[in-house]
């Protein structure tokens, strides 16, 4: 520790890496592997937790990464600069479909495009960076919603759903099973929810760890797309996104 490390801070630190390693810890063995007194642990941990960094459940009490944990970790992924890494993989799409690409992020209870290549078709799907939509609307959104953690997607699913098209899914139940569906494939579809006449098809970006970091879509003006060829789509769609995650440090296993 140098002289302008504060103890405090250094401790508070070291005690959040902890919970981000071994979730599910208690206070003693907390305290016990931070070589910190049970009571300095506690309030440590009680400042944590004031400011969403951790949580705290059961009783006994254990501890795991907080919802500000989740942004904080979608923020420092976006400042690997996400969008310059994604450009050659959505370019190489692209050039294989002609369709638009794009890479969403969540950010709270919307997604964002935060990068985009677009197709060369006089009749095509039109979009901008720093377009913003509830994340229950769209292929990406879904997705995005679909990793979300369990009790932080029961608040966003709780919540009133505005439908942007006649297909906008805005029905929880219905949503919690396609959810599931999604989760299980690893891929989303949506048929005219965010845009009416466009499909839109998105698999998961993976950060440095199993934690989805971004969606990566196509979209497809409807006439133009071929349920036959979904398969193909999907296959070259994971190939970039494995790019992308592989750029970001995830490990596949």
């Known amino acids: 520790m140098n002289e302008y490390t504060v103890a405090s801070v250094d401790s508070a630190l070291k005690l959040l890496a902890i919970v981000a390693d071994h979730p599910g810890l208690g ?8 070589g910190l007194n049970t009571s300095r642990a506690f309030r440590l941990l009680s400042t944590l937790a004031e400011h969403r960094l951790i949580e705290r459940s059961s009783d006994p009490a254990q501890y795991k990464l907080g919802t500000q944990a989740l942004v904080l970790g979608i923020a420092a992924g976006r400042q690997i600069d ?12 692209v050039e294989i479909f002609n369709e638009a690409c794009q890479i969403r992020v969540r950010d709270g209870d919307e997604t964002v495009c935060i990068a985009r290549v677009e197709s060369s078709h006089a009749v095509r799907v039109h979009g901008t960076i ?18 979300t953690p369990e009790t932080e997607r029961e608040v966003l699913l709780n919540r009133q759903l505005r439908a942007y098209t006649g297909e906008t899914r805005v029905d929880a139940d219905s949503l919690r099973s396609e ?19 466009v499909v839109a098809i998105s698999v998961p970006v993976f950060a440095s760890n199993q934690h989805v970091l ?6 497809i003006v409807e006439s133009r797309f071929k349920p036959k060829g979904l398969a193909d ?21």
């Open 233 to 253: 789509l999907i296959e070259h769609m994971t190939t970039a996104s494995r790019e992308i995650s592989a750029l970001l440090g995830h490990k596949s296993n």
């Open 130 to 147: 720093g377009n913003r939509r509830p994340i229950h609307v769209g292929a990406s959104g879904k997705l995005l919603l679909a990793y």
């Open 27 to 34: 206070v003693s063995e907390l305290a016990e592997r931070a």
């Open 214 to 219: 971004a969606a990566l879509g196509i979209s």
């Open 82 to 93: 996400l969008a310059a890494v994604s450009q050659a993989p959505l370019m190489r799409l």
């Open 179 to 197: 959810l599931e569906q999604i989760r299980a494939q690893a891929y989303s579809i949506s048929h005219g929810e965010a845009t009416s006449g």
